[in-house]
């Protein structure tokens, strides 16, 4: 590690922070002291980075070099420059934290083996581990339905909260919120966020990685943030520098305001749509201009949150008025808040909404006139497909009518019109294309935002007015992200109109938005299937990608929580709102969608008078101590886990065994077979499902050989801890579809030396079985949507070599590069279909013989058996990732973990630990 000779390279800069009264806050790295007129031109988010290179520049892990490089972000960007940042905090939830803990928990276990001390494994930095993926809407429009969901949550998790539970008091600077706190983003912004750090006298900006990708939600705050897999953020928790390309900013004006009942779910829809239109895959995005005084605080969080629905690393808004307005709100003292002020003031971060920008550059450009934007929704199988309400009717039959595809179900027209009728609970029921089924106000995208919850609200007490009901048969829910939602709804006395639609509180956590919406009630299923019938999910969610959400609803639309209501309302999305009534009310009369939607000036006097600063202090004094079923939980008080062999939640994972001092060299892949051949748009969900275990799964057929009973099979996210469920849930999503299958869909492929149809997971094995390697030939936009690093672990313990992709999202390219599998992109223009390649070739990949030969972004050839060739560029981007990822790509060829033996230096190397890692732990041993 650094020594003192060489750390604090820049300490002639620190400056003191007086207070107003006399005394000071603290002392802080000032960017003013440079006298380095390139700073005025830096992007907000990139002054970020400068502090805390300067801060942690020890000429070592953190170079002069590397701080010259972001000081000249101008220049230096286009280049692809490589810098290590090192985050403030790191962030976890429970489906992808489990997994980075175990993986902690296993490193322990490692150094007892050689006789050293298993407290060095531990988190240097703060961590905070919010379990909020673990509920399921198993009970839905009832009184008791939050209370029984969380016995039933405690009932199927019980095992994994005890594992965290212990993991917060085995490991320092690790603190767990229990089930029911709400959702990970949304605890962030309003309790966790400091905004300004200052720690032992030293004062610097926040800045946090997160393994749910929507941790950019704290952007709005000014807080530099973004998601990653677990392994970084293992990588994160031991003080370790991340490496990271130095990232384009795209610069994103605002005008104008939001015109009269136009949400923020309609702005950041538009947004999105922008920006993947752009170009934004991997860049920051800062907004700026007058427009951006406009919008409240969760309503940047709102546009902040879908970052990688659009691609971007973080969606940044600096720190004015309105975000210290907002700290205020959640409850943060005067004096927290007036440090804050005024360390970003002193070192120039913090931005006044009337400032002149001009002097700001940017990568990029785009603007957007708020005035411009309309109501719509997204659909029906990706987020950035948006629909404006006026158009959603024709685009519906359009969707009916096109070939299979995001935006297409190939219902042949005389089918179009099928109506089925069915019994439900003794009441006469039917359904048709397009009926809605699953109405879902969730926790994901809005439930930072008071005023969509409260106009959701509204629309329920205009229709209950007018005499509106939701139809039975509709499942509907209330997920939100904050328990402050519950005491606002109860305090304006909305909650009750929303009862009466069957909007009932079902828990605070992620639900239907991360695919546990439950089962649909069973006649409604029968109805579904035995009748091929395409129904729909309109949810308040920021993902609706095919068979997250319900596996039953082919067509799934994003929406605001009031146009929820309003579907929910007219219980079907093939509806002209402008033109067509939403139902008869009680007197008898049509009742139109404008009959029911609140003005932008109704909302904003119901959130300010019933959301207030004491709801949240109240709320987040009491978080850590009012669930009675954690606080029953007993674990044992030891720096050891104690594994249990027959557990089917947390395991011992393998990655460790027979674990050695060096690094072996590397074999080609040769004469791989193709497991896989993907199109576009495969996203984590398609390649690790977090679903519900379906009965005859491979999954499933392990968990009932443990003795596990179907009621309790929970969810492939539940069960993350368990490699053996993670390998058997690697492709699992029944909407992929594989071109090895001839347009069938589902989780099946091809052994290509047999013809024969397996499961994925089965065809797999029989390869390993056989000694072949496996790769698979994907599309563009490979493993977009949630950081999960399962995504990664599932395929390499599949036996999968390598991915060859038109294009990688950049968490899962950096997940497939720490668990050792090769990262592979066609040339422009060419992909698997241009080049004549069908999957049933043989591939060779002709790889560097040697670590030291690595470079970024290198060409490697691949040959197929068939005597063709073609160049792909190798994607390990930085030289991080060519020494560290390099290592655990030939590491992870020399063993097979799933026969009993391993891949020894993986998370020690592959997660960028790298030499630094090697020299802690010769360190470790010297010591002990």
Partial sequence: MANAATKHAFKNILASLPKPGGGEYGKFYSLPALNDPRIDKLPYSIRILLESAIRNCDNLQVTKNDVEKIID???TSPK?????????RCLLMDNTGVPAVVDLAAMRDVMEKFSSDPYKINPLIPVDTVIDHAVRVDVARSHDALDKNMELEFDRNKERFGFLKWASTAFHNMQVFPPGSGTVHQVNIEYLARVVFNTDGIMYPDSVVGTDSHTTMSNALGVAGWGVGGIEAVVAMLGQPMGMVLPGVVGFKLTGKLRDGVTATDLVLTITQMLRKHGAVGKFVEFYGVGVGELSLPTRATIANMSPEYGATMAFFPVDQVALDYLKLTGRSDETVSMIEAYLRANKMFVECHEPHTERVYSSYLELDLNEVEPCVSGPKRPHDRVPLKEMKSDWHACLDNEVGFKGFAVPKEHQGKVVKFDFHGQPAEIK??????????????????SVIIGAGLVAKKACELGLEVKPWVKTSLTPGSVVAREYLKHSGLQDYLNHQGFHLAAFGCATCVGNSGDLDESVSAAITENDIVVAGVLSANRNFEGRVHP???????ASPPLVVAYALAGTVDIDFEKEPIGVGKDGKEVYFRDIWPTTEEIEQVVKSSVLPHMFTQTYESIMKCNQRWNELSVPETALYPWDPSSTYIRNPPYFEGMAMSLPGAPTVKDAYCLLNLGDSITTDHISYSGSIPDGSPAAEYLR????DRKKFSSYGGRRGNNEVVVRGAFANMRIVNKL?????GPRTIHVPTGEEFFVFDAAMKYKSEGHDTIIIAGAEYGSGSSRDSAAKGPMLLGVKAVVAKSFERIHRSNLVGMGVIPLCFKAGEDADSLGLTGHERYTIHLPTSISEIRPGQDVTVTTDDRRSFTCTLRLDTEFCCRSGGAGIFQSWTRDPLLGSTRAWIFFISINLCLFMILWFHDIFRSS
Avoid: Q
């Fill in 433 to 450: 294309h397009g009926s809605v089924v699953l109405a879902a106000i969730c926790s994901s995208t809005n439930t930072s935002n008071p």
């Fill in 552 to 558: 039953l609803t082919r067509a799934n639309y994003l």
């Fill in 705 to 708: 050989a443990c003795g596990v």
């Fill in 73 to 75: 972000w101008e220049i």
């Fill in 80 to 88: 692809l420059a490589e810098i290590p940042f090192k985050p403030a």
């Fill in 741 to 745: 299958m001839d347009g069938k869909v």
